[in-house]
Structure formats: C-alpha cells, structure tokens
C-alpha cells in the first residue's frame, strides 16, 4: 500500500487555516516533531499564528527569534509575508 506524504503546510491548511494549528505546526518545527527542526519555519509558522490571534504563539515566536540570525529572521519574515499574500 502506498504511503502518501502530507507537506505540514497542507496539515495547516486542513485545520482550516486557524490560528491554533498553525502554532502547532510552529511548534512542530520549534521541535523537529514529526519533522526535521527548522527553525526559520517555525518562526515563519509562529508569525502567521501570532498575527491570526494566538497569544502562545507570539510568545513562542519571541524565543524562536532570539536563536536566530538576522538574516534567518528576515527570511523567516519574508516567508510570512510571502504566505499571507497568498493565503
């Protein structure tokens, strides 16, 4: 039987683009739960969630920014932005 691969953002998106899942899927990345850590997408997946309302994760989103870069967090930014004019 073949095993099909959900892209996590597609999981976001199934859980009706609200602000909870998409901080789960921060999370997710935060931790490398479920799949590789990246922390640049977990900052991207924070911000997104953060401005749909999420409190924890516009706290979660200030720690993840305090490990990265400044060019990390630009791309993190950039992908957000990206994201959101899309969505």
């Given amino acids: 039987m073949?095993?099909?691969?959900?892209p996590m953002s597609e999981m976001?998106?199934?859980g009706g683009?609200?602000?909870?899942?998409l901080c789960e899927l921060g999370v997710n990345y935060?931790?490398?739960?479920?799949?590789?850590?990246?922390p640049v997408a977990a900052h991207k997946w924070?911000?997104?969630a953060a401005i749909k309302g999420s409190d924890r994760a516009a706290e979660l989103r200030a720690d993840v920014a305090a490990t990265l870069t400044k060019m990390q967090l630009a791309?993190?930014?950039?992908?957000?932005r990206e994201w959101m004019t899309m969505h």
């Fill in 2 to 6: 073949a095993r099909f691969e959900i």
């Fill in 12 to 14: 976001a998106m199934m």
């Fill in 17 to 21: 683009n609200n602000a909870d899942a």
């Fill in 30 to 38: 935060a931790t490398g739960r479920g799949c590789k850590a990246d």
């Fill in 46 to 48: 924070l911000n997104i």
């Fill in 75 to 80: 791309a993190a930014l950039r992908a957000a």
